[in-house]
């Protein structure tokens, strides 16, 4: 392919019985295929320089369908990757006038989002890929993000995102386990341009961003990039909440086309927040009927328990009340990253990148969590017999820390007829999270209770006693992770390849955590309970393929690959666990094991300008942690999950003015043994069976562009406990987009967003939910030079 050059990556989903439709449309498409240049070898070979994303050739067939991966694992052109991946390239995010990192990944079926529970609350990036929690599995350029789902991320400096699906821990390290996201950052190329997008829209919307590349004179192959951003909104559909954010990315560039390249980048991103914690389930299980006065707002609705109501959610017309407490609720969140990246090349086939990674995370925030006041949880049955809810205390002052390091060496060689693309490498990494607990004191010392609001009709300004101090708690996890690995990919001639890995990971953490003493009520701030924990885990990851080629523009494979989650992994990212025995339970518990096999085809069509991709799978998740029904602070490793099912997907252009990308997802999902009886034979918590997104855009006469997308996603619960979990009905959510082209250098573009204001559940946690957004109209202004 003559754009394998400069290309980082591409493409979606795979799907079942669409597989072997893939292989007999692809043979009659082959019939009037050219066949491959003989500079084709030599042509990927050219892609090391990571740093550029410049698009070469024909533009059209590259727009939605980048060409390559940016991981250096990955040598093959994604067509030929035997892995199911999603990647949304900057084109798309630009069109669809995308904000935050979830309105990216609604591109992808098989990911549902997830409200975060605890200190915690929902804010950052909380996600499921396939059914399997992912939010500390997101990485930017190759590297694990720092603190991971403790901030939400803004593509203001984007390149393209790259889904990749089932266990992968032979190339991500540890987690994995339902996939992996890689965000690829923009850096500077040699070629000035000049560019800026002003937003506005309803609810208050404010948006402004910019991004300059120029070549620095005098100075050969060397170019500086700056990108910044300014976002405001209100939320759609949401009562009070704010969110409010700024950000800069600097980097410079030397050697560009040169054999030795260095790139130093930094992100720097500050957000101001009024944090949403969303909308309490009502339990299921409670048994008096809450009376709705006559002149209340929802007319004529007499009840808002959930007697009858499949869900547990509260009528739609409370999914825009607001919980949180105005006066006391806050988010304040700075995010630093600075990135080195060094690149040789000693010859054609010998080649050497090498990667240093500072990041920094500092999460301020106080949260409500609105709870039941009149919930009996001691009880079988819960008893809500008023609306009242308590507008529950939740804080986090958390700082993250991390620095990592990566080498690789891809080497490439002829061993007789058969060639290698062999990639080795090292990864070290100092992680240190430490979170400090803080409570609300009276001023005689007691503790002070949380305000009293209402269901129906909350009060988001009451005043609360006492001042927010710090109570003596604190969290501190430092982890140490060590690595080594090696890739191989087999070309034994122009139909058959064997592609595999296999990585090893030394995984040390120390765990110092101190409680808040509050016998009688008094706030004592030097007598809480200390533990000084410490676990270290070895593991061997890999992963198999064997590809068959029968066209250039085709691939069949069948997968095999393998992860593990560490007992201490999500320690460095939540609060002290709940008891002693529990801290000391999980310490002494071996991971969690996870294997995926999958079948896949994946075929180029239209002039390799639209690849069409299926996939079938299976992932299984052994020495699963429960919870020990006789005694909830003990975790037992004797679960067991499921999840399979099958993807199509699709990415590109149909014609040289039709481009879409999408798929659909079928998700059965079962977990086959657990400690807790009523979990056993449940689905895997926010896992819906289907999902599907569509996002397709025309270009007209006139420089007129329209475009619509859609997504779907099933229902889904809250948890696996078949007699405790709360239900989020499926929802449709449409968007549409209108753009005009007054010459070269000006744009104007319309984007609605939830066209029909649908109201439905986004985001699912245990013991609440966040609504999504209402309807929203944004239009936009964009200048390039």
Request: charged share 20%; with cysteine; glycine share 10%.
């Amino acid at each position: 392919m003559n754009t394998d050059s400069s290309l980082r990556s591409s493409r979606l989903p795979e799907g079942f019985v669409f597989t072997g439709t893939l292989f007999a449309i692809g043979q009659l498409a082959a019939q009037t295929t050219a066949p491959a240049p003989a500079t084709e070898k030599k042509e990927e070979q050219k892609t090391e320089n990571m740093g550029e994303m410049v698009v070469q050739g024909d533009f059209e067939k590259t727009l939605y369908k980048p060409e390559r991966l940016q991981s250096p694992k990955m040598t093959q052109p994604l067509r030929d990757v035997a892995q199911t991946v999603t990647v949304i390239p900057k084109e798309v995010m630009k069109e669809q006038a995308a904000s935050n990192l979830r309105d990216v990944l609604r591109n992808v079926p098989g990911i549902s989002m997830q409200a975060g529970e605890g200190g915690g609350g929902p804010a950052g990036d909380n996600l499921a890929i396939r059914g399997f929690a992912a939010r500390s599995d997101i990485f930017v350029d190759g590297m694990r993000d720092t603190s991971s789902g403790g901030y939400s991320r803004d593509p203001f400096v984007f390149e393209q995102v790259e889904v990749t699906k089932g266990p992968a821990s032979a190339n991500t390290g540890r987690g994995s386990t339902g996939g992996s996201i890689n965000i690829v950052t923009k850096v500077p190329h040699l070629q000035n341009s000049y560019g800026a997008t002003f937003s506005g829209g309803t609810d208050d919307y404010m948006r402004g961003t910019f991004d300059v590349n120029q070549e620095i004179p005098g100075l050969n192959g060397a170019a500086f990039r700056l990108n910044g951003m300014y976002h405001d909104q209100d939320i759609p559909g949401r009562d009070h909440v704010e969110n409010e954010r700024w950000g800069i990315a600097p980097s410079i560039a030397f050697g560009l086309g040169t054999d030795t390249r260095f790139t130093l980048s930094y992100m720097h991103m500050e957000q101001d927040n009024v944090p949403d914690y969303g909308v309490p389930w009502i339990p299921r299980n409670s048994v008096v009927p809450t009376q709705v006065t006559p002149n209340n707002p929802l007319g004529t609705v007499t009840t808002v328990n959930n007697t009858g109501l499949p869900s547990g959610a509260p009528p739609e017309s409370l999914y825009s009340n607001y919980y949180g407490n105005l006066n006391r609720d806050y988010e304040d969140i700075t995010t630093d990253l600075i990135t080195g990246v060094f690149e040789h090349d000693f010859n054609e086939n010998l080649k050497l990148r090498s990667t240093l990674r500072f990041g920094r995370n500092d999460r301020d925030s106080v949260t409500t969590a609105p709870r039941f006041v009149d919930g009996d949880t001691s009880a079988p049955i819960a008893n809500f017999n008023s609306l009242a809810l308590t507008q529950q205390f939740q804080s986090r002052d958390q700082v993250d820390t991390a620095v990592f390091g990566q080498t690789d060496i891809r080497y490439d060689f002829n061993t007789g007829t058969i060639e290698h693309n062999l990639v080795g490498g090292f990864e070290v990494g100092h992680e240190v999270s430490k979170l400090l607990g803080r409570a609300v004191e009276n001023p005689n010392g007691t503790l002070a209770a949380a305000p009293v609001t209402n269901l129906l009709f909350p009060n988001n300004y009451l005043p609360y006693a006492g001042s927010i101090v710090y109570n003596g708690a604190f969290t501190q996890t430092v982890s140490d992770t060590a690595a080594l690995y090696l890739f191989d990919t087999i070309k034994f001639n122009d139909c058959w390849e064997l592609s595999g890995g296999l990585r090893w990971d030394s995984y040390e953490v120390d765990y110092d955590t101190r409680t808040a003493d509050t016998t009688n009520n008094a706030l004592v701030t030097t007598n809480g309970v200390l533990s000084d924990l410490g676990r270290n885990d070895s593991n061997f990851s890999y992963r198999a393929a064997l590809t068959y080629k029968p066209v250039r523009e085709g691939s069949i494979y069948l997968g095999y690959g393998t992860s593990f989650n560490p007992s201490t992994e999500g320690l460095s990212y939540i609060a002290s666990p709940g008891g002693t025995n529990n801290t000391l339970n999980l310490f002494n518990a071996p991971p969690e094991e996870n294997e995926t096999i999958e079948l896949g085809a994946k075929w180029e069509f239209f002039d390799q300008k639209l690849l069409l991709s299926s996939a079938i799978f299976r992932t299984e998740k052994t020495n699963a942690r429960t919870t020990d029904p006789t005694d909830p602070t003990i975790v037992t490793l004797t679960g067991e999950q499921v999840v399979q099912g099958f993807e199509v997907g699709f990415a590109g252009s149909i014609t040289d003015k039709w481009r879409v990308i999408g798929g659909y997802t079928f998700l059965d999902s079962e977990v086959k043994s657990s400690a807790v009886a009523a979990e056993v034979g449940s689905e895997v918590s926010n896992t819906p069976e289907n999902s599907f997104s569509l996002w397709t855009v025309y270009d007209l006469p006139k420089n007129i562009s329209v475009g619509v997308g859609a997504q779907y996603v099933g229902s889904r619960y809250n948890n696996n406990n078949v007699d405790t979990r709360q239900q989020a009905d499926g929802f449709t959510i449409f968007n549409a987009m209108a753009s005009y082209a007054m010459n070269e250098n000006v744009t104007f573009q319309l984007n609605v967003d939830n066209l029909f204001d649908e109201e439905y559940i986004d985001r699912v946690g245990g013991g609440h939910f966040v609504p999504g957004q209402g309807r929203s109209a944004v239009l936009s202004a964009t200048l390039n030079f």
